[in-house]
């Protein structure tokens, strides 16, 4: 993909690595290739992702308008989730360390690296779940549901504009106060 886009453009004023598998099962049986092929998509392909297009985010990268990098992480990279999804919250946890160690190396280049910790959303990784336990989980956010596509937009944007040019290694929880209040 990234020689693809590198074929393609010159410069790249945002990168959003979005990647998520999960994984659940009792630790007693949790296979070891599980936990590889987590691992491998929501953390290696954020980072090989962000280097193979780091030549196009430089090029766009200025000190008033600086390159962005979002990584999409998790609140179960925040807080201990209740599923044994155990590389799922060890891969997200990593993702944030990670935004904060490229926050650091690549702010000097005029490159921001934030990520977002999402909470319960509908999508196909959690459809199962809110199928099951949906009026359970949204009670268990303060604001009383789960995410909508709009309040994750809106950290995007943010974060892609003039606004969010003076954040880097940020995690920023959008998950309606579960993670920061419960």
């Given amino acids: ?48 992702l962000t280097q193979a297009l780091l030549p196009q985010l430089l090029a766009s990268a200025t000190v008033d308008d600086p390159a962005r990098v979002i990584m999409i992480g998790s609140i179960d990279g925040i807080r201990a989730p209740q599923t044994e999804s155990y590389s799922y919250s060890a891969s997200k946890a990593a ?22 910790a999402p909470g319960p959303f509908e999508s196909r990784m959690m459809a199962h779940f809110l199928a099951e336990r949906g009026d359970e989980i949204a009670a268990s956010s303060p604001l ?15 974060l892609t504009s003039r606004a969010g040019s003076y954040l880097t290694g940020a995690v920023i929880p959008v998950d309606g106060g579960i993670s920061t209040t419960r």
């Fill in 1 to 48: 993909m990234a020689a693809q886009v590198g074929a393609e453009v010159d410069r790249l004023d945002i990168l959003v690595n979005n990647a998520g598998a999960t994984w659940g099962a009792p630790i007693e049986d949790f296979p070891d290739s599980a936990w590889d092929r987590v691992l491998d998509l929501n953390v290696q392909s954020p980072f090989t």
């Fill in 95 to 116: 993702v944030h360390q990670l935004t904060r160690h490229l926050a650091g190396h690549l702010g000097s280049r005029n490159i921001t690296v934030n990520a977002i």
């Fill in 144 to 158: 009383g549901r789960i995410g909508r596509a709009d309040d994750v937009i809106g950290t995007t944007v943010y």
